[in-house]
């Protein structure tokens, strides 16, 4: 314990450094990958020269010469830059990749963004003046996709809202978010999330760090085609649905709950018809109360079952129950280790 809270107040002492990191999926883009890698060397180089940047590619196992292309180009970086590529043995997908990149991250800042030019280099510059400001992570919500028709925007805005109210984390921005700013204490809380199958973005909001948003363009793509099919926007929403939240089994309870206090109600009706009134009840009757009712107590007990297994996926994935955010005040530095 006391190791950790030398940590804590040696963290506490420190300024931000210089050193940013800067973290891009790859996945079949190597018509796009000289004019992204030449705009990131002339604006870093330009406007920022004061800080020294890790543009790291991930490569998520490629079929086209997105490795070669990217290994050619690290060959000549300006002087605060340096670029590095590593390819994944097998396809992952796109948040893999992202996990695998921060993973390796040393900056005290980690820009995640994509490799398909559709993200301006000018962005970077936006997240750094407010994490400079004092927030831990800076969100680049798109204020316009100039990438997707109508429709394709409105399927995005209704699946953000599920993922939004079944997890529960009401931070995430309603247009979307796919570019980010990370410090170093924020990407460290990530790491020890060590879990499969939940978005990387969810996981880092449900930490709680200071946060802020802005806004920008997302430009149309330089070249190519998305990689994102619906049937991968539809698994990431069912991991976000999934993943950080009870809500779902909860409404699946509720609706049992509520069928089944209406055919209780409907039972009551017939029993008072039968006896009270006279009337004759018909098989039919009978027979649909009955199926209804038995419909209902099993939508009841899975509701439940469900819950019982949501808390064993809750304690065997151990994710931190507190991260601490701020410390002052003194400690003696060379008291013994309470272990």
Not at 8 to 26: A, E, H, M, N, T
Not at 51 to 70: H, K, M, W
Not at 101 to 128: C, K, W, Y
Not at 316 to 328: D, F, G, N
């Amino acid at each position: 314990m006391s190791a950790e809270l030398e940590r804590l107040f040696d963290q506490k002492k420190k300024q931000r450094g210089d050193l940013i990191s800067i973290v891009l999926p790859v996945y079949n883009e190597e018509s796009c990958l000289a004019s992204i890698v030449n705009e990131l060397y002339e604006y870093l180089q330009s406007q920022w020269p004061s800080y020294r940047f890790e543009i790291s590619f991930i490569d998520d196992c490629s079929t086209d010469g997105s490795f070669e292309t990217l290994r050619h180009l690290s060959a000549d970086s300006p002087p605060n830059v340096r670029l590095s590529v590593l390819r994944l043995r097998k396809n992952s997908g796109s948040h893999v990749a992202i996990t695998a990149g921060l993973n390796l991250s040393r900056g005290d800042f980690t820009v995640i963004m994509a490799s398909d030019g559709q993200d301006p280099a000018s962005v970077i510059g936006d997240l750094i003046r407010e994490w400079e400001a004092g927030y831990d992570v800076v969100l680049a919500a798109r204020a316009a996709n100039l990438d997707h028709g109508a429709i394709g925007q409105l399927f995005s805005k209704l699946a953000l809202k599920v993922m939004i109210w079944s997890t529960g984390i009401r931070t995430m921005p309603e247009s979307g978010c796919d570019l980010l700013g990370l410090d170093r204490k924020a990407v460290q809380a990530f790491k020890r999330m060590d879990e499969r199958n939940t978005t990387f973005i969810f996981r880092i909001l449900s930490l709680g760090f200071p946060q802020r948003e802005i806004q920008y363009v997302k430009r149309a793509r330089l070249a190519g085609q998305s990689k994102w099919t619906f049937l991968k926007k539809l698994s990431i929403m069912l991991d976000a649905i999934t993943g950080y939240s009870n809500r779902p089994l909860r409404l699946v309870t509720k609706i049992g709950l509520t069928v089944f206090a209406l055919l209780l109600l409907r039972w009551a009706i017939v029993v008072v018809n039968v006896y009270l009134l006279h009337a004759k009840a018909t098989d039919l009757t009978i027979i649909l109360n009955a199926i209804f009712t038995s419909l209902a107590v099993v939508v009841l007990l899975l509701g439940v079952i469900g819950d019982y297994i949501w808390r064993i996926l809750d304690e065997t994935r151990k994710r931190p129950l507190y991260e601490i955010s701020e410390v002052e005040g003194k400690i003696f530095e060379d008291a013994e280790s309470d272990g």
